[in-house]
């Protein structure tokens, strides 16, 4: 452990004894929320793209309320910034970035990918969406728009991708199986035969 992270260790106790002490949040909550925290990873958000693309009634409500949608499908998101749910159709592709910071939808999608930090990624996907996807073999069409939406501490946002072509009567299973981090980033699109 270097200097910072033995700092940091000190200040995250002493917040989190202080937050106990002041009745803000119990242990047991605490802990609860760690382990949701870490639970979560593409999987869950892979199943949830899954079952969007298999249920008509639940992939409305996720594009409606996302928060409300995730939360039915099991992930716990009290007290945490709402989640957008951004669904990509034949006219319009969506990318995901955060060009302040790292902001994502952990407690859907766990830990964002190293890249989406960057500040590569950062700056280049508002000035040059369709040149950074090109860079992912992500080839858009000139006729489909490319909407790039800013994750932010207020807000955070996930892509529905479309449904790959060849995968009718696949199961939720099968189907999340194709489905990676970057798809719901928006850099890119998920195929049936990876
Ligand atoms: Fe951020």
Not at 34 to 45: D, L, R, V, Y
Not at 93 to 112: D, E, I, Q
Not at 185 to 190: A, D, F, K, L
Request: net charge negative; charged share 25%.
């Amino acid at each position: 452990m270097n200097v910072r992270e033995a700092e940091s260790g000190r200040l995250l106790a002493a917040l989190t004894s202080l937050l106990s002490e002041r009745g803000l949040i119990s242990d047991d909550e605490l802990a609860a929320r760690m382990a949701i925290t870490e639970s979560a990873s593409p999987k869950q958000g892979a199943r949830i793209v899954a079952r969007a693309w298999t249920d008509p009634g639940f992939r409305e409500r996720l594009l409606a309320d996302g928060t409300a949608a995730v939360e039915e499908a099991g992930v716990f998101m009290r007290g945490l910034p709402p989640l957008g749910v951004l669904e990509n159709t034949s006219e319009v592709h969506n990318v995901v970035v955060c060009t302040l910071c790292s902001c994502y939808p952990r407690a859907v999608l766990g830990y964002p990918p190293f890249w989406f930090k960057s500040p590569g990624y950062r700056a280049r996907t508002v000035r040059d969406p369709r040149g950074v996807l090109a860079e992912w073999g992500t080839a858009i069409p000139e006729d489909v728009r490319i909407r790039v939406v800013d994750s932010t501490a207020d807000y955070r946002w996930m892509v529905l991708p479309m449904r790959p072509a060849g995968t009718e009567g696949w199961s939720a299973e099968a189907l999340a199986d194709l489905v990676r981090d970057s798809d719901m980033i928006g850099v890119t699109q998920p195929k049936a035969s990876l």
